[in-house]
């Protein structure tokens, strides 16, 4: 009976050896003129994607590219797949890159395939192209990374910029008056490097699940602070009558969103608190002195205000598109008024709305040093300057 | 008599685990979130009322008619003829649950993980070892049941720890948006798994310290309440209004999470203990079928019919639903009704007529 149930356990219809696998870490899907829809995927090559192994030589690349046409897909993968002597495999994808065209059309005819597919994952990494296609961008090579999709999903975790999943971007085109907000990334030339490499550049702003515009880094940040998103960054700021700049690593930001109910209008409150640690200070100022101190904090604190203020000018007016998910929040607060307001949040209420910023930042250390070290003693600024 | 086998209450207890939540917790927050939205891991918490009814019921029915199960007293009260019409019935229900069971399992093994193996392969693997269970008898169903529901227990609690850092809780309020009915209404699905306890029926008589049964099942009622509650909670928590969409939200949970970076796709974990599961719950509703059998036939040696029962469940399984559509619309649509009428009426009414008709088991064992 043994003998006979163990053949159960060594047999396997769906048996599948890695070497015959071959390991899908980005797919880019492009519109072309016609409305079919261009898939590209980004292979990893086995045997040369290993993290050793320093000085990889030009001629041997560690990823290959192919691209196939279709009318979705599946049908364009399919196409991709009869190519290939290996078996496309998805469970490892990092990066799902939509073009840029695609996304002005509408992304939502693309996305079933990627939670229906029971081998794709809902924490890939979804980013749109800016000013190139996605089968150009996976084409491009980075220096840092052997495979250069590998790169991307590094810098998004690193949460300089935005990070969006493949859940995140579900659960924002699923919410109603909630539009997804998507890192860009665009290709540039690195310095010192004679081949061209990409990065991220900003956000893109859709409403619904189409692409209306595009944010740059200083809103994309804008956007983190708005969302309670941000994890550490720096601010360089210049005080007014003062010689120089301050920089400091904004660290343990919170921000907060409430709605309350004012004269029947609804109002949102958004505070922002974080604590700052100066890091570079050229100017003349005596960090050990608590008004000078002041001084910074204030500074900070407007700076921030400031870059919040005009990225919701710029989302709440220009774009007209909810991508902090403020809605929700009167959803939370106010559930029998926003069953009336749903339908027409983002359009006519939402740039309408009343948002209200107030940022607080505190300087906690100010390194290892009060004046620098450099200037001489007549020169240092204790009081507050004139 | 040829069942001397007891039971003790641990083994009683781990047992009604997996009966309720093997299929329960896979299936149920998405066809609950499909009518409650964001408020459905409240609606566990009512089913759970309901499996506290069912479970009283039962239990009441065991003291009436002590050392019998329901198929074997169902005729002392409404005597011969119609006693036994609904013995048959629930037989077949039995007979039905084991069925979905199977198809349950067959359904969710060639969707996330074995795509191209033939359903009949996997379910050849699960009632091969069925049989064999229900050959060696409850009890060394019961003795495999510690272990698994522990281990079960061990990686479930495992991957809601893991889950905590990424549920937003956000996506659970607000409260009570469309008001209170949708959860009650949501309420009525998970019921059935509930009801499923019913088959305590078939245990009460063996168990060594009756007299505790009844702390005993409606603790463990609780008990699976919670981890149902938990289960709708934490998905919701983490993909929010996608969980309606999904068909096993909590697999897409485990596929999603990450440890530190390096672990990643606990998924096989849920898979294994899933299975080991399932097989626990299908054993079980195997065994009970065959024992049904037997006491509505009168049949001494029970095991004769272990083989041909597997093959009529086997064959149901692939007759009674077309595809996995028509499974989930009937574990959403029909299930409830036909759960209760089943789990609730039908003991329910008996209990009523052996209190009107005076009928009672003889205590001849005691």
Known sequence: MIFLLSFGLVGCWDRVEVNDIAIVMATGVDLLPDHKLKVSAQYALPGSSGQKGGGASESKKAYFVDSSVGVDLRDATQQIQERLSRRNFVAHRRIFVIGEKLARQGIRPILDELSRNPESRLRTYVVITKGITASDLLQTSYPFEKIPMEALREIERSRVGLEVQLKDMLIALATEGQSPVLPAVGKVQLQGDTKASFRLIGGAVFKDDKLVGWLNDSSTRGILWLRNEVKRTVVTVKIPKVQGYISSDVVRANTKVSAKKENGAIVLYVKSMAEADVTENTTELDLMEPQNVKLVEDEISKRVNDRMQSTLDKIQHEYKSDVVGYGEIIHRTYPRDWRTMKSNWETGLFPKTKILISVSIKVRRVGMTGPSLDIPEKEIKRGAPQ | ?366
């Open chain 2, 1 to 366: 008599m040829e069942n001397k086998e007891t039971i003790s209450n641990i083994q009683y207890s781990l047992l009604l685990l997996p009966l309720v939540t093997a299929t329960g917790i896979l299936y149920v927050p998405s066809v609950t979130t499909a009518v409650a939205g964001r408020d459905a891991w409240l609606s566990p918490l009512f089913s759970g009322l309901l499996g506290i009814v069912v479970v009283w019921i039962i239990y009441k029915l065991s003291t009436r008619f002590p050392e019998q199960s329901i198929v074997e007293y169902c005729p002392k009260i409404f005597g011969k003829w119609i006693g036994n019409v609904f013995a048959a019935y629930l037989v077949l229900y039995f007979a039905s649950v084991s069925a979905t069971v199977l198809r349950e399992f067959s359904d969710f093994v060639n969707t996330v993980g074995l795509r191209l193996t033939p359903p009949l392969a996997l379910i050849i693997c699960m009632v091969t070892l069925s049989v064999y269970v229900t050959w060696q008898g409850i009890e060394v169903l019961l003795r495999t049941t510690i272990w698994i529901v522990l281990f079960t227990l061990f990686i479930y609690i495992v991957i809601v720890i893991l889950s905590i850092p990424v549920i937003d809780l956000k996506q659970i309020r607000p409260f009570f948006e469309n008001g209170f009915k949708p959860v009650l209404k949501a309420a009525l699905i998970p019921a059935p798994w509930f009801g499923e306890l019913m088959t305590i029926s078939f245990l009460i008589p063996r168990l060594n310290q009756p007299q505790k049964t009844s702390s005993v099942s409606v603790y463990m009622v609780i008990f699976i309440t919670i981890i149902m509650m938990l289960t709708n909670f934490t998905t919701i928590g983490v993909f929010g209004p996608l969980v309606s969409r999904m068909t096993f939200p909590l697999y897409e949970l485990a596929r999603f999470l990450s440890v530190g970076d390096f672990l990643e796709r606990l998924d096989p974990f849920i898979l294994a203990v899933w299975l080991m599961a399932v097989f626990l719950k299908f054993s079980f509703f195997h065994y009970i079928t065959v024992q049904g059998i037997a006491q509505l036939f009168q049949i001494k040696d029970y095991h004769i019919l272990i083989i041909p029962t597997a093959i009529i469940i086997v064959v149901l399984s692939f007759r009674l639903y077309a595809n996995s559509a028509d499974l989930i619309s009937f574990l959403s649509i029909t299930y409830p009704i036909y759960g209760t009428l089943m789990q609730l009426i039908i003991p329910a009414i008996m209990l009523v007529s052996s209190y009107v008709l005076k009928r009672k088991g003889d205590r001849n064992h005691e």
